[in-house]
């Protein structure tokens, strides 16, 4: 395949997960049957530009439609995480009520709602139906399109251009990179910012979180080749910040390159260094990954063959992409663990996809008392963990298998 970057050719490969659904395309009794769409999920690495990416089997409207269930509301750790932001980012760079924020993938609004409430003119780009209408359903107006630069030049010419854009978590989901960032230089003012969020690729491999992997992601990235991505489409990194969320994630700060008024931050430099000194640009680094992934399914099967044979009812928590990733490569079913509770009604009375696992809700698990719940975002543990407290009523006990097999 050509690099979705910089066009060279790429070989290597950095894990194999074999085939599996989409991971967010969850089942309905109908749907049930009907035969699923799966799709090879191979990761490779460019050895010229390093971008880690995925084969594009499938199509980003495929993806992202009209049933997408993410809805990043239900996490009361990610709204914390998403005040916060604002907060910081209305005081840092002088926000008003003339100001204008953008904020692209902005799902149901779960960011927005604080800038709003600040009392700060802005405006939601979302491509899935069901979460646009939740955002709207908040009083934030959002356009339901998918974003690249002849929707930018659209909208700076209709709405003008903003102060301030934000995308979490979006970047690694888009196929055509290039026309998405360039897309941001097109719709920030010539002294604006731009903030973006995206899991750490050196984290993800060091973590071992091959479940982070699923076919919404094209991409995984580096602040190394981010900076190159960007750089070649106009824009420059001055601040980056190392952040909890995801197993370990990267917050950048970017502006235009020739007229951005910000000085470049130590952290730029810093964290450049430390991929530099991990290996990051060398074919190396990325040995070991297929390895590792496999002795976390290999792990996490035994402790489920394990209890099973004991007489043991294990459940999961948290309907999560993540989960779908691991719970399809090791070709977890209903006979290793019984069903997922999530909190998202729109999940509820669902499928998991590939597993066919069917997703509850809260009370179900209070009745049923499975003796293991294993936490599949377990980047989200201690949150889940406390919010299920009242299991150790009946000793029940909190599992997550990545990156290790932990039991608690």
Known sequence: MKCRHCNADVTKVLIDLGSAPPSNAYLTKLTMR??????????LVCEKCWLVQAEAYSRAAELFNEEYAYFSSFSDAWLLHSEKYVREAVNRFELTDKSFVIEVASNDGY??????????PCLGIEPTASTASASRLKGIETFEEFFGTSFANKIATERGKADLMIANNVLAHVPDINDFVSGFAALLKPQGVAT???PHLLMLIKGRQFDTIYHEHFSYLSLTTTSEILKANGLAIFDVQKIGTHGGSLRVFVQHQNTGKYA??????????????AGMRQSDFYNGFQAAADKVKNDFLFFLLEAKQH?????AYGAAAKGNTLMNYAGI????ISFVVDRNPSKQGKFMPGSRIPIVDEQYLKRIKPDY????????KSEITHQLNYIRDW?????TAVPRLEIS
């Open 34 to 43: 009907r035969p699923e769409k799966w799709f090879p999920l191979k990761v």
């Open 264 to 277: 470049v931050c130590p952290s730029v430099n810093e964290i450049l260094k430390l991929e530099v000194d």
């Open 111 to 120: 960011l927005l709602q604080y800038v709003k409430e600040a009392g700060i």
């Open 395 to 399: 000793d029940g006990k909190i599992v």
């Open 333 to 336: 079913r209903l006979d290793l």
């Open 373 to 380: 719940i294993v936490v599949l975002p377990w980047n989200l």
């Open 196 to 198: 973006f969020e995206f």
């Open 311 to 315: 007489d043991k009812t294990v459940a």
